[in-house]
C-alpha cells in the first residue's frame, strides 16, 4: 500500500503499534473516497496485530457506514472471539452475567460494545427479535448504559406497533 500523508486530523486509537495505528489511520482517512482501500488497510492490521480489538471495532464500522450487514456480523464475531479469549470468558453471550464483565476492563468493555454493535447490523438486518435480545442483555450487564446501548433501544420497534 502506498503510504498516505495524514497532516490533519488523527484518530486517538490509544496506544497502539505505530504500524498497526498508521494502518488504522489511512482507513479512516479512505473509507470514502476509496472503501477497498480502507477495507484493506482494516484488515491488514488486523492480520498484523489480531489482539488489537480497535482494529475490528474499525472494520465493523467500515461495514455497517457501507451497509454491508453480514460482513459487518462476521467482524463483530470475529472481535468477540479474541475480546473473550483476552477476558477469559465463554463466547455465548446470553450467558454472560455482570460480575464477568467489569467495563473498566478493555477487552470486556469491547465485549459490551461489540454486543451493542451486534444489535444494531441485526436491527439493520430487519432482525429486531435478535437485536432486542442483545439489548436486553445489555440492560442486564450494563445497567448505568455506559456503552450507550439506549441508541439501539431507542430504535427498536414498539411492542404496541406490532397490534
Known sequence: MNELHLDEDLVDFGPLPPSVNALLQQGV????????????????????APNTLTAYRCLVKFFNRHRRFEEGLEAVADGMHEAARQSGIGLNWPAWRPEEL???????????????????????????????????????????????????ASLLPDENDAE
Do not use: H
Not at 477497498?36 to 484488515?43: D, K, L, T
Not at 461489540?114 to 440492560?139: C, D, T, W, Y
Open 29 to 48: 482517512a479512505t473509507y470514502i473516497t476509496d472503501p477497498p482501500r480502507a477495507e484493506a488497510c482494516f484488515r491488514a492490521a488486523i492480520d498484523l
Open 102 to 152: 467489569q467495563p473498566g476492563f478493555p477487552a470486556q468493555r469491547f465485549l459490551l460494545m461489540s454486543l451493542k454493535a451486534l444489535g444494531f447490523l441485526e436491527l439493520r438486518r430487519g432482525n429486531p427479535a435478535i437485536a432486542q435480545r442483545a439489548v436486553a442483555k445489555l440492560m442486564e450487564l450494563d445497567p448505568q448504559d455506559g456503552i450507550g446501548w439506549s441508541v439501539v
